[in-house]
């Protein structure tokens, strides 16, 4: 092998790796997005479960902001899971790409 394609060949490499770093980091925050989702589910299936010990109405002041929050954690939770699902997607066409493109990497990566 010349030197020229040995450099060329880690520098494709190196790319992958950067990709496959971009993934992990793209799954964590897939993991991130699903428990800020699953924080108001928990809380209102408590607040159900345990609202014969409280009048509503009584507590309408306490469960506006609550329900506000829950809204906000809700969306906050569905756009990293969608944001993080894109970016992976993204990522993955791209190492197809680079699999097809360099025959060095389709022999390291299934």
Known sequence: ???EKIVKDSVVIAEVQLLLAEKRTSLSVLRTGITVL?????VMSFLI???KYYDFFKTLHFMIPLLVLNIA??????YLIIRSLKR???NDLIIKQLKL???IIGELIN
């Open 1 to 3: 092998m010349t030197e």
């Open 88 to 90: 992976m997607h993204h």
């Open 38 to 42: 699953i924080l108001p589910l928990s």
């Open 73 to 78: 954690l809700i969306v906050l939770g569905a």
């Open 101 to 103: 493109k360099h025959t």
């Open 49 to 51: 479960a345990t609202e």
